[in-house]
């Protein structure tokens, strides 16, 4: 069975800190994998996905940036966060057309 | 402009009762539905997806489609408390190699026991 495990689980973070919140994927090869982002009441929203390792690519412009240095592994980072940053961070694993699997979430406060 | 729409924001049940929830795609290239389900503080778990006029049935749930007009509505019948939390819309293209899901805002469901 397929497991997502995400680190860290809750952040605080001052505006203009650099971040980093990791995903290891284990029980599938070769996953296609997705950063996705939910602000306190609102729309969960696609920001990255990945098809293979050391290709990432950007749905949504929030000045942050994502890292797949290995198959089972995918980073989201940013030199500077920003308060607009503050939300539920989710890591999923899904082929096209089927079922998305979430993590459980990194919840990032920015203050 | 959100290109999936949900319909009511909120709803209350109360326990044993009917719920009802909406979904309509502005995308027309859209092929595929899922229905997933957020409990407070949790991340989205799928619940049922849909993929062809009709409807489906799994155990208190059922879902329908209408392609023609891109509306997807779910059924909850004997709703539990349990069942009190988000519920999210998702359509996707059938062509491509990755899953881009577009969400819709979720209704928010709270069951009365």
């Known amino acids: 069975a397929q497991t997502i495990h995400q680190w860290p689980v809750a952040e605080i973070k001052a505006v203009g800190s650099p971040l980093s919140l990791g995903c290891t994927i284990k029980g599938k090869s070769s996953p296609n994998l997705y950063w996705y982002w939910q602000a306190t009441g609102g729309t969960l929203q696609q920001l990255f996905y990945s098809i293979t390792v050391g290709q990432v690519e950007s749905v949504v412009q929030l000045n942050l940036s994502a890292s797949r240095p290995k198959d089972d592994q995918f980073i989201l980072s940013t030199e500077k966060l920003l308060l607009s940053h503050s939300g539920f961070y989710l890591c999923?694993?899904?082929?096209?057309?089927?079922?998305?699997?979430f993590g459980k979430g990194t919840r990032l406060t920015v203050v | 402009q959100q290109k999936v729409q949900q319909s009511p924001e909120s709803l209350i049940v109360p326990e044993g009762g009917m719920a009802s929830l909406n979904c309509t795609s502005s995308?027309?290239?859209?092929?595929y539905f899922w229905w997933y389900r957020q409990h407070s503080g949790k991340s989205p778990k799928m619940l049922m997806?849909?993929?062809?006029?009709g409807e489906k049935e799994e155990g208190r749930f059922t879902v329908h489609l209408n392609k023609a007009s891109l509306h997807t509505s779910l059924h909850i019948r004997d709703s539990q408390p349990s069942d009190s939390a988000l519920y999210l819309c998702?359509?996707?293209?059938?062509?491509?190699?990755?899953?881009?899901?577009?969400f819709g805002a979720g209704t928010r469901l709270a069951v009365c026991p």
């Open positions: 997806s849909i993929f062809s006029n």
């Open positions: 999923a694993s899904g082929q096209a057309n089927t079922e998305v699997f």
């Open positions: 995308d027309r290239n859209v092929d």
């Open positions: 998702a359509a996707s293209k059938g062509s491509g190699s990755f899953n881009k899901l577009t």
